[in-house]
């Protein structure tokens, strides 16, 4: 079994931040690419940011220059530190991650069991 288990989520101010974290567990030969989604109320879920194994990092338009995705390697983590949050960013955040189990086996894609944020005065 591979279990993401995410956390750092809550309830901040406009303005404030949030460090996300995800940890994946369980029987892991390897991981690809990890990545951050959310999805808010009535809105189909997004991609927000995406880092490769060899951690080219991408980010959406909608929070460049405010959100940064990070990963240890080391502890099959990966982190997403969101600042300058704004109303329009609370959603629930969920982590991705591609694993192979065995050697041999293809990639499949794990997710997390979300995280929520709210971003409000």
């Known amino acids: 079994q591979v279990q993401l288990v995410e956390s750092g989520g809550g309830l901040v101010q406009p303005g404030g931040s949030l460090r996300l974290s995800c940890a994946a567990s369980?029987?892991?030969?390897?991981?690809?690419?990890m990545g951050w989604y959310r999805q808010a109320p009535g809105k189909q879920r997004e991609l927000v940011a995406h880092?490769?194994?060899?951690?080219?990092?991408n980010v959406a338009d909608s929070v460049k220059g405010r959100f940064t995705i990070s990963r240890d390697f080391a502890k099959n983590m990966v982190f997403l530190q969101m600042n300058s949050l704004k109303p329009d960013d609370t959603a629930v955040y969920y982590c991705?991650?591609?694993?192979?189990?065995?050697?041999?086996?293809?990639?499949?894609?794990?997710w997390g069991q979300g995280t929520q944020v709210t971003v409000s005065s």
């Open positions: 991705n991650a591609e694993i192979r189990r065995r050697w041999g086996e293809p990639w499949a894609a794990y």
């Open positions: 369980g029987s892991i030969f390897s991981i690809n690419a």
């Open positions: 880092i490769t194994v060899g951690s080219s990092a």
